[in-house]
């Protein structure tokens, strides 16, 4: 399995030209947003140095026409199918990582746990996990930023017409070209294909994926299937390698309802 064992290439600087650019259309509530996830994650790690990313929420038109809660109502007990977009708008006021790694374990305890996510208790419990500020998050998810914030994105999916999600819109360096929007999910080469043919390239230059190590630095928590993926091995052969980890203690099992996943320990 020398795909495991293989040190992380040298990466491009941080602050290096990156010719294309990804808005990535997502309701955090739809199960194909959460599919995709482990698609885009190894884009990221293959090619992120063609591209950087945006993700923008598109919550659906009916939620947001539901009636919330008038004000006179006791936070704790709200409940609401738009609150976990805007717990991740005021996540991401404390970083880019911090709002991913809260949209990550939102979804994580939607669809492996089956908690109700649109209640105010459970984001706060979400956000511990996700070793936010607290204080700082509950300031901000009442505040005018994020309210402002969440209402940019939803302009932006109605100015470029997104209909449907997952939605990718892919751009390229020449301001007057259009970007080609890929509405739906499909499959990891299909993406691959499009970043390809827009960077006008005969083949891709492929960066090797990092030591599990410097993986799970990256993203807090894995499924057996993302990591059976990202080194192009089967899950078994994937699993077996997370067992050794969990032996040697850098790793820990999570057993869900409906995956397995695993974290630094």
């Not at 006021?93 to 649109?118: A, C, I, M, P, T």
């Not at 030591?211 to 894995?222: C, N």
Request: aromatic share 8%; glycine share 2%.
């Amino acid at each position: 399995m020398s795909n495991l064992d293989l040190a992380q290439e040298t990466r491009e600087p941080a602050n290096s030209f990156k010719p294309m650019e990804l808005y990535v259309f997502v309701d955090p509530l739809n199960s194909e947003c959460w599919e995709l996830q482990g698609i885009i994650r190894k884009l990221q790690i293959e090619y992120g140095h063609y591209f950087s990313m945006r993700i923008v929420l598109s919550t659906q038109l009916f939620n947001l026409n539901k009636t919330t809660p008038s004000s006179n109502i006791d936070t704790d007990n709200l409940t609401h199918p738009v609150l976990p977009s805007v717990a991740i708008k005021a996540a991401e006021l404390q970083g880019k990582r911090s709002g991913n790694r809260f949209l990550h374990k939102l979804q994580e305890h939607l669809f492996l746990q089956s908690k109700d996510v649109s209640s105010y208790s459970v984001l706060l419990e979400i956000a511990e996990e996700a070793e936010l500020d607290q204080e700082e998050f509950k300031l901000d998810f009442h505040s005018v930023h994020t309210a402002k914030a969440f209402q940019c994105d939803l302009q932006i999916t109605r100015e470029m017409e997104i209909n449907e999600v997952p939605s990718i819109v892919f751009f390229n360096e020449c301001i007057e070209d259009e970007g080609v929007k890929v509405s739906g999910l499909y499959s990891y080469d299909v993406y691959q294909t499009i970043l390809q043919e827009m960077l006008g390239e005969e083949s891709l230059n492929r960066q090797t994926p990092p030591s599990l190590d410097d993986l799970f630095t990256k993203y807090s928590t894995m499924a057996t299937k993302e990591i059976a993926s990202i080194y192009n091995i089967s899950e078994q052969t994937a699993e077996c390698e997370l067992k050794k980890q969990v032996l040697q203690q850098k790793l820990e099992r999570i057993c869900m309802p409906k995956e397995t996943l695993w974290k630094v320990k």
